[in-house]
Nanobody
Framework: QVQLVESGGGLVQPGGTLRLSCAAS????????MAWYRQAPGKQRELVAS???????SYPDSVKGRFTISRDNAKNMVYLQMTSLKPEDTAVYYC????????WGQGTRVTVSS
């Protein structure tokens, strides 16, 4: 079973930038859609970005233009570059397939606050 480990979160001021990383213990080459999700306190987990094996990306309006997802299939890594961060981006961020195929990791916490 592939395990996913997220990292790169932290405390950042509004307008700041963070880059999240997701390391998979096995190959993700065969997974067509990889994705990043987030869960804010008291809210359901929501999708924030997805990317196909070929590099086609998709984002909800809430993060479009600010977040960029990328993947390195050779390294079994998925990344989320986040810019112009807002307090409402505060959440725990997770990666998985667009159709989740692995157990959810611990996530990485992002706090946007002045």
């Amino acid at each position: 079973q592939v395990q996913l480990v997220e990292s790169g979160g932290g405390l950042v001021q509004p307008g700041g930038t963070l880059r999240l990383s997701c390391a998979a213990s096995g190959t993700i080459f065969s997974v067509n859609h990889m994705a990043w999700y987030r869960q804010a306190p008291g809210k359901q987990r929501e999708l924030v970005a997805s990317i196909t094996r070929g590099g086609y990306t998709s984002y909800p309006d809430s993060v479009k233009g600010r977040f960029t997802i990328s993947r390195d299939n050779a390294k079994n890594m998925v990344y989320l570059q986040m810019t112009s961060l807002k307090p409402e981006d505060t959440a725990v961020y997770y990666c998985n397939g667009l159709t989740p195929f692995a157990s959810w990791g611990q996530g990485t916490r992002v706090t946007v606050s002045s």
